[in-house]
């Protein structure tokens, strides 16, 4: 139990990786700024005149402000109760793009 691998208080269940299990205000604000910032680089494409296949699969999802709070906060997960996920659970969710679910979803 001494030298160098003995338990530490984060091992024994601190507080260091703890997910809160819902979105603080902050954050949500967060995520819609995000939202924000892709719709405003994907408009600054089109606009520029390039076409190309992302371009035109990107021009047909949501909007921030046309979609519900529940694709903007929550992911589909399969493997989850009501298959919804909070985002934030979700590994490197800014990274990803999770506005379109599927259907029924």
């Known amino acids: 139990m001494f030298g160098a691998f003995r338990p530490s208080q984060p091992s024994l269940g601190g ?12 954050r949500k604000a967060n995520q819609r700024d995000r939202l924000k910032k892709v719709d405003s680089v994907i408009e600054a494409v089109r606009a520029s005149g ?21 694709d903007k906060y ?27 679910n599927p259907k029924g979803f």
């Open 15 to 26: 507080l260091l990786w703890k997910v809160p299990w819902r979105l603080s205000r902050t």
């Open 74 to 100: 929550t992911a589909f997960s399969p493997h989850s109760r009501n298959y919804r996920k909070g985002i934030h659970k979700v590994p490197k969710f800014t990274r990803i793009t999770q506005r379109v």
């Open 50 to 70: 390039v076409e190309c296949k992302a371009l035109t699969e990107a021009l047909q999802l949501p909007k921030e402000h046309e979609m519900p709070a529940k």
